[in-house]
């Protein structure tokens, strides 16, 4: 279980998030939506322990997340691949994920390798030279050499063209079923991500303004109001 318990955080005079929570039991699938500034990434942060919250606690399992050692809440199960390229350019894909896995199981490289056959075609390709909607995948599967239960990615489909925001997010589901991982997913495009997510939360100036399923609020006609 992930519990975001009334959880403030801001930068300096800013309130960047207020009072916003949410209760994630094991295997959960959450999309966090909402316009340019609206609190996304600083509510990631926050569940990964990379920015400490003025008020409320993040819980997982029953313990809190404390902020200040992210390497100590990866361990914990937590894994967040935060926006852009997360890959480093001048090592091979196998590289890559080996490096990922460091302090985990290397062995469980075969497992990605298995679910992600491109990167299996490209294990000996320097991550640079590959496509954006590539270095996406490898960067997907260096997080899951942590052997998360939960997996935290801020816009993945940043800069993919539509046809392979529709891979990223299929392989999303199929981590997700495979593994029972939980997914917490910040997104702009709406409409990918409720394919994948069961929850959602609309935040707007760090509040959250609707909270309900991926069925409500695909059926909503003024969905883009909170935007
Ligand atoms: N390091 C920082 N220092 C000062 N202010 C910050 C910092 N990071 C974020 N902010 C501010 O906090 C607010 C929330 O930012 P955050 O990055 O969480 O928004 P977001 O919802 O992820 O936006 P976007 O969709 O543009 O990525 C914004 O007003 C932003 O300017
Ligand atoms: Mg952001």
Redesign the pocket.
Known sequence: MLEIRSLSAG??A?N?LEGVSARLPAGARLGIF??????????LRCLVGAHAARAGEVVLDGEPVRPGNVAATVRRGIAFVPQGHNVFPTLTVAQNLATAGLLFDGGFAGEVLRIFPLLEERRGQRAGSLSGGEQQMLALGMALMTRPKWLLLD?PSTGLAPVIVRDVMSQLATVSAAFGTGLVI?E?NVPATLKVVEHCLI?KSGRTVFEGTAATLAAKPDLWEWF
């Open positions: 930068y300096g800013l960047a909402g316009h340019n500034g609206a609190g996304k990434t600083t509510l816009e910040v702009q935040l």
